[in-house]
């Protein structure tokens, strides 16, 4: 699988945007851009996901590269609830690759108050 | 319901102790996973089973013995485990993976082990 790169941690103010970057320089065209989100003491949970258009969700917004090789995922108004290790993960979509998630080191965010 | 329940939520175990975990979802999902996370570090995937067959082994030691009795239930048998195994076990499930692989899993909240 290709490799994603993002930072170690992050901080944000409670009620304002966030931006959580990724890079993936080495992309395929057939990888799916995908972001997790694990919460302290939970499983992780999805987030959205996206191939080459940006995308939008009542979570979260995706903003993609032209060139796919990085992404971008927005929080509008972070709340406490949303400190959690984000992580930023490709997915083959050639469906004979496989349908498990090989997750990278992720992006701590921390949210103050 | 997009719920994936794992019992037990904790478990201490002996290196000679043989127990299980379990894993159930009830929406349908016909992909069931086993990850593995160490403190402070990303889950590793360890199996996948697809239609109740067993799709995919990350080289996992034979001490860890999956199965899958129906589409809606996962097991993982433990035995002979040693403390470096000490972990939270993940398990997940998706939609039918013989189309796409653009489905969400959905994750359970995890058995936290220790082995001593």
């Known amino acids: 699988d290709a490799k994603t790169t993002q930072p170690n941690s992050m901080e944000s103010n409670e009620e304002e945007p966030v931006h959580l970057p990724c890079n993936h320089s080495?992309?395929?065209?057939?990888?799916?851009i995908h972001w997790y989100r694990q919460l302290p003491s939970q499983g992780p949970e999805y987030v959205i996901h996206g191939l080459t258009s940006n995308v939008n969700n009542r979570m979260a917004s995706l903003a993609i590269a032209e060139d796919r090789k990085s992404s971008t995922l927005i929080l509008h108004r972070a709340t406490l609830r949303d400190a959690a290790v984000y992580y930023c993960i490709l997915r083959d979509g050639d469906v004979t690759a496989g349908n498990m998630l090989t997750f990278g080191g992720g992006t701590r965010l921390m949210v103050k108050p | 319901d997009t719920e994936v329940t794992q019992t037990p939520k904790h478990l201490v175990m002996g290196m000679t102790n043989k127990k299980s975990l379990k894993c159930e979802q009830h929406?349908?999902?016909?992909?069931m996973y086993w990850y593995k996370q160490k403190a402070k570090k990303p889950p590793e995937l360890m199996f996948v089973?697809?239609?109740?067959?067993?799709?995919i082994n990350e080289s996992v030691p034979s001490r860890f013995s999956p199965e899958c009795p129906n589409s809606s239930l996962l097991n993982l048998h433990l035995h002979a485990l040693q403390p470096e195994d000490s972990a939270l076990y993940l398990c997940?499930?998706?939609?039918?993976?013989?189309?796409?692989?653009?489905?969400?899993?959905?994750f359970g909240p995890g058995t936290r082990l220790t082995v001593t």
């Open positions: 997940a499930s998706s939609q039918d993976p013989r189309w796409t692989v653009s489905y969400e899993q959905y």
């Open positions: 929406m349908g999902h016909r992909a």
């Open positions: 080495t992309i395929s065209g057939t990888d799916y």
């Open positions: 089973y697809s239609y109740e067959k067993l799709s």
